[in-house]
C-alpha cells in the first residue's frame, strides 16, 4: 500500500466525452504531482502543485485540466482528447516543496489510472 | 541541459544470478539519484537513493547502487536475483532548471527478466 490511491484504474473515453481523473494521498504530503507514461518513453511530468498552488505546466495542452482543492486531493479532467493521449496516468506526491533543492524529496505514486481514448 | 542514460533497455538473468542495471548520468553539480521500480501494472515505488551521503546505497530488496562521480554513474545491482524481482527499473536525476528551481528527470527505464 503506497498511501497513494487513484480512480479509476482503468478508463475508456470517446474522443468526446468529458472525464475526470482522482487521485488521493494519505500521507500529509505537501506537493503533487500528474505524469503521463507512454509505451516507449520516458515518463513524462504534466503538472506540479505546491500547497494546493500549481507550480508547473510543462506546456501540457489545454484539454487536460488539472485541480488541486487541498493538498490531499488532485483531479484531472479531460475533455476532448485525441488517440494519442491513451497512456498510463500517474499521480504521486512528496513531502517536501517541488523544487525545493537538490535534495529533491522522494516521491510516493499511485498505481495509475490506464487511459484508452478510442 | 543534465540527463539521464540507462545503457540498456531490456536485461535478462537467470533466477539467483547477479542482476547490473546500468545508469549513468550528465549534471554540472552535486546531483541527487533515484532508482525505482514498477512491477507490471502498479505504480513506481522508491528502491533507494543517494543524496551527497555515502557513496554506496542500500535499498529495499536486496538492491544496492554506488555513486561514481568520476564515471558518472550511479549503477544499480543485486548479488541474487528472485523472479519477483522481474520489472521495469527507472533511474531517476535531479535536474537543474535555473535559480532555485530543480526537478526530476527520469530515464527511459530497463526492464528485467528472471528466468527460472
Known amino acids: 500500500e503506497t498511501g497513494v490511491t487513484q480512480t479509476p484504474r482503468h478508463l475508456v473515453m470517446g474522443m468526446t466525452n468529458k472525464k475526470s481523473l482522482k487521485c488521493e494521498q494519505h500521507l500529509g504530503h505537501n506537493a503533487m504531482y500528474w505524469y503521463k507514461q507512454s509505451a516507449k518513453k520516458p515518463l513524462e511530468l504534466m503538472f506540479v502543485y505546491n500547497f494546493k498552488e500549481q507550480t508547473e505546466n510543462n506546456s501540457v495542452p489545454s484539454r487536460f485540466s488539472p485541480e488541486c482543492p487541498n493538498s490531499s486531493h488532485l483531479f484531472l479532467h479531460l475533455h476532448t482528447l485525441q488517440p494519442e493521449d491513451s497512456a498510463l496516468y500517474l499521480c504521486?506526491?512528496?513531502?517536501?516543496?517541488?523544487?525545493?533543492?537538490?535534495?529533491?524529496?522522494?516521491?510516493?505514486f499511485g498505481p495509475g489510472t490506464r487511459l484508452t481514448v478510442t | 541541459a543534465q540527463s539521464v542514460t540507462q545503457l540498456d533497455s531490456h536485461v535478462s538473468v537467470s533466477e539467483g544470478t547477479p542482476v547490473l542495471l546500468r545508469c549513468n548520468y550528465s549534471s554540472s553539480y552535486s546531483p541527487s539519484l533515484f532508482w525505482y521500480v514498477q512491477h507490471p501494472n502498479k505504480g513506481l515505488q522508491l528502491l533507494l537513493k543517494y543524496t551527497s551521503a555515502a557513496t554506496l546505497v542500500k535499498g529495499i530488496n536486496g538492491f544496492e547502487a554506488e555513486f561514481k562521480k568520476s564515471e558518472t554513474s550511479f549503477h544499480l545491482t543485486k548479488p541474487s536475483a528472485h523472479m519477483s524481482d522481474a520489472a521495469e527499473y527507472f533511474c531517476?536525476?535531479?535536474?537543474?532548471?535555473?535559480?532555485?528551481?530543480?526537478?526530476?528527470?527520469f530515464g527511459k527505464g530497463t526492464l528485467l527478466t528472471v528466468n527460472p
Open positions: 531517476v536525476v535531479t535536474d537543474y532548471s535555473g535559480g532555485s528551481n530543480y526537478k526530476l528527470t
Open positions: 504521486a506526491s512528496s513531502q517536501g516543496q517541488a523544487g525545493s533543492g537538490p535534495n529533491y524529496d522522494e516521491q510516493y
